[in-house]
């Protein structure tokens, strides 16, 4: 007596291929929505591939030709000021793209969603790698700024939030605004967390805080920052390298917005090819805006 089997009945069996797909997600990226694109609109396509942001020597003081000089109504001599101006270049020297092509007869088989997926992870990947760069740059990126609170591998205390926060005010940041930013590891999200006076104002996101669905790596509030959760941060020796910055400190310009491009190349056998791609650039404007927040 013989028995037919799943080995037996493995050529007459149907396969049914899903059109959900098991996906290993990419981590959030939320750097470049948090730098400065004041710039952006002047670096258009064919307006050549730099800005010349010029800088204005903001005045501290006047003279005074008052009652404690002893020059008042003296008609004193009136002394100038000449301002001597900087000038830095935003360029847009970055070329981001990812692309990816399979035979012309194998794209009527393959099933739809795979197609779908395939466009869409080309745009992921590529806001994956401007992130990672954004943070690790050690010339224009957080990995770039001078001054370092806190330690490496070790968690954040609220000490050190009040140093990165004392250093921002330092600098006459704006202090009620929005644009005051900490991006950390998960690690020292969970370190930040342990801190008691934090706790109900982190994770504001999930306890349906005010700016829940503000971004997908929004945390909540820290003192006078906006927390977010990141996973592309430059590592230290052990830990993380943070960032905690104000929005000015760094400038982005995108000239090439995401696109696509797809034809049919016959040369190699016909193969239908597809490219997603964008240009950008990112320069440090002001250094003194942004500390880099060592942790775990």
Not at 13 to 38: G, M
Not at 153 to 176: K, P, Y
Not at 229 to 236: K, V
Request: with cysteine; charged share 20%.
């Amino acid at each position: 007596m013989a028995d037919m089997t799943a080995t037996t009945l493995a050529n007459v069996q149907k396969a049914v291929w899903s059109d959900v797909p098991s996906v290993t997600y990419r981590s959030n990226t939320i750097l470049a929505e948090l730098l400065d694109h004041r710039w952006e609109p002047e670096l258009s396509v064919g307006r050549g591939d730099r800005v010349n942001v010029w800088g204005f020597t903001q005045n501290t003081g006047a003279s005074n030709r008052g009652a404690g000089t002893g020059t008042f109504g003296t008609a004193a001599a009136i002394t100038f000021t000449a301002n001597t101006e900087s000038q830095t270049q935003l360029v847009v020297n970055r070329f981001y793209y990812m692309a990816d092509r399979m035979a012309v007869e194998s794209t009527a088989q393959v099933i739809p969603a795979y197609v779908m997926r395939l466009a869409e992870g080309r745009g992921q990947a590529i806001a994956l790698q401007e992130d990672s760069d954004i943070a690790s740059d050690n010339t224009n990126g957080i990995d770039a700024f001078t001054t370092v609170v806190g330690v490496d591998n070790v968690d954040i205390t609220e000490d050190n939030l009040f140093e990165v926060q004392t250093n921002l005010n330092n600098q006459n940041t704006e202090v009620g605004g929005p644009d005051r930013y900490i991006v950390a590891s998960p690690a020292s999200i969970a370190s930040m967390s342990k801190i008691e006076s934090l706790r109900n104002t982190l994770y504001s996101a999930s306890t349906g805080g005010l700016n829940a669905g503000l971004s997908r790596g929004y945390i909540g509030k820290a003192l006078t920052f906006s927390v977010y959760m990141s996973n592309n941060l430059e590592a230290g020796v052990a830990g993380k390298k943070n960032g905690a910055f104000h929005r000015e400190a760094i400038a982005y310009a995108r000239q090439m917005q995401l696109q696509t491009e797809s034809n049919v190349q016959i040369e190699d056998g016909g193969f239908r090819q597809n490219m997603t791609f964008l240009t950008c650039g990112f320069k440090i404007l002001k250094s003194a805006f942004g500390n880099e927040l060592d942790g775990k």
